[in-house]
């Protein structure tokens, strides 16, 4: 049996869906809720620099109505003079936050690159509608369309 690996945006942030992936010995990353006590822990703990444009940390803690706390990896960016606050999550001073719970006993940076390996299926899926015809699959019947996907994702690995 393989291992179940994930990776989830902040609407998977919910102690049901953790504890279901756990019962199942899996691991995860899932982007966290920033919420009052989270942002004013963040902002206090100590960052190493992993780049000329970032720096991470990572910190036990436990939200409200969780049984126990776990390991939150928190990435901080440096801001550019022109970024506007609304390109962001949350912003303090001169960074920007993104915070991620996870499971996984590996370096906070390579936690952090293990969830960003996410974005990479979203690039196929533009790739496949813009130079193959994905956005128009003919409706009708599911087996059809489901075939129809198949012989395009073919194509495409074929191209690759």
């Not at 940390?57 to 776990?70: L, T």
């Not at 996870?102 to 813009?130: C, G, H, M, Q, W």
Request: aromatic residues 16%; proline residues 6%.
């Amino acid at each position: 049996m393989r291992q179940i690996r994930g990776r989830g945006d902040a609407g998977f942030y919910d102690y049901k869906g953790i504890r279901e992936i756990e019962a199942h010995r899996g691991k995860f990353v899932i982007v966290a809720k920033e919420t009052k006590p989270l942002k004013t822990l963040m902002t206090g703990l100590a960052y190493k620099e992993a780049s000329r444009h970032f720096a991470v940390a990572e910190c036990s803690y436990q939200p409200h109505r969780w049984p126990h706390p776990y390991r939150f990896i928190v990435v901080r960016k440096s801001l550019p003079e022109e970024e506007s606050p609304q390109s962001t999550l949350f912003t303090s001073g001169r960074y920007s936050y993104h915070v991620f719970v996870t499971n996984f006993r590996l370096s906070p940076i390579a936690v952090y690159r293990f969830y960003n390996d996410r974005a990479a299926i979203e690039l196929i899926i533009k790739e496949l509608k813009a130079d193959y015809p994905l956005a128009k699959i003919p409706p009708g019947q599911f087996a059809a369309n489901e075939a129809y996907f198949h012989l395009l994702l073919f194509a495409y690995n074929l191209t690759n």
